[in-house]
């Protein structure tokens, strides 16, 4: 059984920054593609951003890119999301996906991520 497991979500000042993981068991994690995706409140998910298996291509929607940065450490099957510079308006449910932006699908629990100004 996928197992998608997200941690770290907080209340932070605007501006701060925040870590959150997601602990992934049931498939071979380094053979999988993962991303980050996000939910406001009354809408659809959002993309955030995704990595390659190996961990050597990354990718970030144009909200994100040049704040938020995605790892993961395949030897503790663990997807990171390092978030600087943090807005009111990253406020979300932060979800770990299992796949690629196109190629999703399992989900995790999501966490809360509020960011207040």
């Known amino acids: 059984e996928v197992q998608l497991v997200e941690s770290g979500g907080d209340l932070v000042r605007s501006g701060g920054s925040l870590r959150v993981s997601c602990a992934a068991s049931?498939?071979?994690?380094?053979?999988?593609?993962m991303s980050w995706v996000r939910q406001f409140p009354g809408e659809g998910p959002e993309w955030v951003s995704s990595?390659?298996?190996?961990?050597?291509?990354?990718y970030y929607s144009n909200s994100v890119k040049g704040r938020f940065t995605i790892s993961r450490d395949n030897a503790k099957n663990m997807l990171y999301l390092e978030m600087s510079s943090l807005k009111p308006e990253d406020t979300a449910v932060y979800y770990c996906?299992?796949?690629?932006?196109?190629?999703?699908?399992?989900w995790g629990q999501g966490i809360q991520v509020t960011v207040y100004s």
């Open positions: 049931g498939f071979t994690f380094g053979e999988s593609d």
């Open positions: 996906r299992r796949g690629g932006r196109y190629t999703m699908d399992d």
């Open positions: 990595i390659s298996s190996s961990g050597s291509d990354t």
